[in-house]
C-alpha cells in the first residue's frame, strides 16, 4: 500500500494488543487488523502499511495508561507524525459521532476519523533524562500511595502481629523510596538543564523539591504553550454547568488531566496560601466573596500550575510583586 497524500491510523491500545483503523482524507477505509502492542506486532503492522510514505502517515492514540508509549517511541522513529490524544476528547468526539457500540476496532475508527478533523499538535519524545525522571517520578507517587494506605491501617490495628507486620512494610517502603530518590537526583545532577529548572521552581514560595521535581515532569513532558493550556491539563480548571434560568450548578474544577499532580499540589497550595506573597491577598479575596476552603485551595493550585509554567518559560525565579 503505498500513496502520497495523507493517511490517518487509529489505534486502540491495550495491555497487549492494537486494534488498528487506517483511512484515508475521504473517510474511506483501507484497513482494519489487530497486532500485538509488541516490537514484532509494530514490525507487522508496518508490513501491512506497504512502505507508505511515513510523513505522510498520521498515527493517534489515546494517552491512557503507559501502554501507548513503546508503540509512539516506535512510530515516531520511523518518522510517522503521531499524536497522543486527550481520552475525554476522543470520548467527547465519539458522542458526537452518535456513536452507539464501543469495541476496540469501533474505537480505532473514532480515533482515525478524530485525527482527520482535528487540529492537532505532532508528539514529540521525551528526552531520555526526562523520560527516565518521569518513570521514577510516577513510582514515588505508587510508593508514597501505598505508605499512605499502610498508615491509615496501622492507625486501627489492635493486633501485634499486624502492628508488627505494618511496620515492617512501612519500613520497607521507605527504604524503596530513598533508593528511587536518590537515583532521580543521579539524573539531576547528570543533566544541567533538568537541575536548572528544578532550582527555578523551587523558588516558588510552597514548592518543595518533591513537588518541583512533580511539575518539572509535568510540565515539561508537553510542550504547552500557554499557562491555561497547563492549568486545563492539571483538570484544576473551573467549570461551570448554566442553561437557561433553571440549570445554576455549582461550579466544580473539571479533573480532566494529571490525577496525581492534583494530589501532590493540596499541602503546597495550602503552604501557598500563607506564605506566598501572591497568593495571600488573592486567597483573602477569596474568602472575602463567599468562596469555601475547597475552592480556594483549588484555585491556589492552579495558580501555583500557572507561576511554575511561567518560570519555566521565561527562565527567571519567582518574582514577588513589588511593594506599592
Known amino acids: 500500500m503505498s500513496s502520497k497524500t495523507n493517511m490517518y491510523l487509529g489505534v486502540d491500545v491495550a495491555k497487549d494488543t492494537l486494534a488498528v483503523c487506517l483511512m484515508d482524507a475521504h473517510k474511506t477505509v483501507q484497513l482494519r487488523a489487530t497486532y500485538a502492542n509488541t ?125 508488627a507486620s505494618l511496620r515492617r512494610t512501612s519500613a520497607a517502603l521507605k527504604k524503596e523510596y530513598a533508593v528511587l530518590a536518590r537515583a532521580g537526583e543521579r539524573i539531576l545532577a547528570a543533566t544541567p538543564a533538568l537541575a536548572h529548572d528544578l532550582a527555578l521552581l523551587m523558588t516558588i514560595p510552597g514548592v518543595s523539591r518533591i513537588t518541583a521535581r512533580r511539575l518539572l515532569v509535568f510540565l515539561r ?48 497550595a495550602v503552604c501557598a496560601r500563607r506564605y506566598n506573597p501572591r497568593m495571600v491577598p488573592w486567597a483573602q479575596a477569596l474568602t472575602q466573596r463567599g468562596k469555601c476552603n475547597k475552592v480556594v485551595i483549588c484555585a491556589i493550585a492552579r495558580k501555583l500550575v500557572h507561576c511554575a509554567f511561567g518560570v519555566l518559560k521565561h527562565q527567571t525565579p519567582f518574582q514577588p510583586p513589588q511593594a506599592a
Open 221 to 268: 513532558r508537553t510542550p504547552y504553550e500557554t499557562a491555561r493550556q497547563a492549568g486545563a491539563a492539571s483538570g484544576l480548571t473551573p467549570t461551570h454547568c448554566l442553561s437557561g434560568t433553571s440549570i445554576h450548578k455549582k461550579p466544580h474544577i473539571s479533573r480532566l488531566g494529571d490525577a496525581a499532580l492534583r494530589q501532590a499540589l493540596f499541602s503546597p
Open 39 to 163: 516490537p514484532p506486532g509494530f514490525r507487522q503492522l508496518w508490513r501491512a502499511l506497504g512502505g507508505m510514505d511515513p510523513a505522510a502517515l498520521h498515527i493517534g492514540m489515546e494517552a491512557t495508561g503507559i501502554y501507548w508509549e513503546a508503540l509512539a517511541q516506535w512510530a515516531h522513529a520511523q518518522r510517522a507524525v503521531v499524536f497522543v490524544l486527550n481520552p475525554a476528547r476522543v470520548k467527547a468526539f465519539s458522542r458526537a459521532e452518535g456513536q452507539r457500540q464501543k469495541t476496540d476496532p469501533v474505537d480505532a475508527g473514532v480515533i482515525a476519523r478524530f485525527i482527520l478533523a482535528q487540529a492537532l499538535h505532532p508528539w514529540t519524545p521525551p528526552a531520555p533524562a526526562l523520560r527516565e525522571l518521569t518513570a521514577l517520578v510516577r513510582r514515588l507517587d505508587g510508593i508514597s500511595a501505598m505508605l499512605r494506605v499502610e498508615k491509615n491501617r496501622a492507625a486501627t490495628a489492635t493486633l501485634p502481629v499486624v502492628r
